[in-house]
């Protein structure tokens, strides 16, 4: 038996481990495994993606994908698969898109625990035409003798503007375009890579190693002088990824001597581990913050540790208070979570439920931060309606259409989580809550049932806009995939996206083949409410005029009646709102209500051309300076509110110039505006709470 072949059967054992230490598959980013492999390819199949790639793969990950697996259970989101592609034709595993990766409970009440390819395809979707620089990308010579970052605009453009993984293949993705790539040529070949796409820097694995420790501040010295082969690199993760999941979810597993054994640890003074410690006044204390009665309840009667066992929603994963207490364990997301906020729940993929608080310390409610994207959105006033309204998003998901009133609650049959929602909520309910308990029943009675209660007003208006604008083509496509829809009739899938967001857009000559491949009358497929959607826009407009997303509703409303002084005024009315609260519109580079302005240019007066927004935000050929221009008017504005002595008005200037268009370069700076004004407006929740952002950053 040669080394290689031992330190497979090893492997092998410890992913034994992993999977026995988390039988319910909880832990972060399993959701496109499920602790799997995809079979192995076999070595002809090697030998053939090799020639057609024009590459020589290091003998320890041949030997991994022909042995183990091609791809499934490791690092991140999971390991990549090996293959070949010149086109998005050339992947035949390709699948529909699935849940999200946080409704795990969801997918495996629905699905059996076996990989799913899409999640697992992106190396290959690399190497295409479409979405990378084709395959002889990676027989390119690797561009980097040592560590980069981009520091300056020259940097920038050469960055933005040549591919990052020549000479490179895609292992893994951490999330947040954060991947592991294996180096196949040049001095550095053999050896593990980690890029950065939002920061923009690509070094050895070693010097980024804390992305395989529970905490940042865990990782060994010994790693940055390190050279990590696939192997190393994947059993780096493999023996910490056990010790966090027996860790964090108390599950043990046979002792085997092949993992080292846990250091010692000991009890966090931050706020006491008794079961009569008072966590709220350990917070409000840290934070000058004033709780509401349910999260002073989830917290000192210590709810957060009850059993998730039958919750219905996706954010399961309970985060301690004393992380929040302590910015080397904090959960926070410096410089990317919105600096008014702490976290409470999430989902164990990135995406977290956070409490909000006001400039006075009140909490203002619980908004929804998704880690991909940076997108926030309301989800109630209370915590317990914020779990509520996770269930209802998950059933809603289901496409069902919100008609049918819920049945009378029995809140013995609702697991510990969802039960004490249903209490809390009832509590602050205009209507007695009906809260629906069977798993048969109409998917969006969650939703009627907030309704009629009274609860999380916006949320329930932003679940009825989406419904209203979701037409049976988008539904077609949710079901059977964008990019095939786009093949079958020949355009590109660019304009099918545009049909989406309003199926007016879709030309009369595609009706007959639209009909034909759905199966559906034309007026059924394309049929929309925009009417309905700018009413639920204008009324949640009007609870809280932050949020970016009505304002665009409205406008393109008025717009596609022909009422452009009315869109108009929607779309300037919505400058001030952060384009970080964009939620369900289109991405289009700018923020959606610049964008549209920007199309009407020509047609608008001189005095909109010539807003100081529009003027200080030119459209630019790099995304990069267009956002620098966002930023740097709000940093403008901020700074002269500053010399006014106006700090109330520089805290909001100084948000924006971070959340309105938001990218991850000088947040460092943001922050430190956002703590000074908070301090010099007073406001003492907000500074000590943007103050562990920053140390978190």
Sequence with gaps: ??????????????????????????????????????????????????????????????????????????????????????????????????????????????????????????????????????????????????????????????????????????????????????????????????????????????????????????????DRDRTFSFLDWYEHWLDRAILRVRQKYGMDFAKSGDVPAPAPTTPSTAGGTSAGARWSDKLRERFCIDLPADVVDWFDRHVFESSIEDYRGQFSERIEPERLLDEQTSPIWGGQMLPDTLPIVDNGCGDVLCMRFAPDGTMRGIIRWDHESGLWRPYGRSHAEALLCDVASCSCDARGTPTMEADSTDVASLGPWEAWAVQWASQSATRELTWPTGRDGDPASFLCALEQGGLAEVFCLRERCRMSLESGLDQWCMAHGGGNLARDLGVGWPEVSGWLFDTARAPQRHYDRLS????????????????????????????????????????????????????????????????????????????????????????????????????????ATLPLYRIKGVRQYWRDQAAAAESRGEFAAAYRCYFNAGWDEFFTNDMHEVLDDIVRAARKAGYHALHRIASLHRACL
């Design 516 to 619: 034909r491949i759905i199966g559906r009358p034309i007026e059924n497929i394309l049929r929309q409410d925009w009417d309905g959607a700018a009413d639920c826009a204008a009324r949640a407009m009007a609870l809280d005029p932050e949020l970016s997303w009505t304002h665009g509703v409205v406008g393109y409303t008025a717009e596609r009646k022909g009422d452009i002084p009315r869109a108009v005024a929607a779309y300037l009315a919505g400058l001030d709102a952060p384009g970080s609260s964009d939620d369900f519109l289109p991405p289009l580079g700018d923020k959606f209500v610049v964008h549209r302005l920007r199309l009407r240019e020509e047609q608008l007066p001189d005095e909109v051309c010539m807003h100081p927004y529009l003027r200080a935000t030119p459209t």
């Design 1 to 222: 038996m040669t080394n290689l072949d031992e330190d497979l059967e090893r492997i092998a054992r410890k992913l034994a481990q992993l999977r026995a230490a988390d039988p319910e598959l909880r832990a972060f980013g399993i959701g496109d495994h499920n602790y799997q492999f995809v079979p192995p390819l076999s070595e002809p199949e090697v030998d053939d993606i090799c020639r057609r790639l024009g590459i020589v793969l290091p003998e320890d990950y041949r030997r991994f994908i022909t042995k183990l697996g091609n791809g499934g259970v490791g690092p991140g989101y999971g390991l990549q698969r090996f293959g070949y592609a010149a086109t998005m034709d050339d992947l035949p595993h390709l699948k529909p898109p699935d849940p999200p990766r946080g409704i795990r409970r969801w997918f495996r009440r629905h699905q059996p625990p076996c990989p799913r390819d899409p999640g697992l395809e992106q190396s290959i979707m690399w190497q295409t035409v479409e979405r990378g620089e084709g395959p002889a990308a990676l027989s390119r010579p690797f561009p980097y003798d040592e560590p980069f970052c981009v520091k300056t605009d020259e940097e920038q453009f050469l960055w933005e503007t040549t591919w990052f993984a020549e000479g490179a293949y895609l292992l893994a993705h951490y999330g947040c375009a954060i991947y592991a790539l294996l180096v196949l040529n040049g001095p550095h070949a053999d050896t593990v890579w980690l890029a950065d796409c939002n920061l923009k820097w690509i070094t050895p694995f070693g010097m980024q190693s804390r992305w395989h420790y529970a905490a940042r501040d865990d990782a060994e010295p010994n």
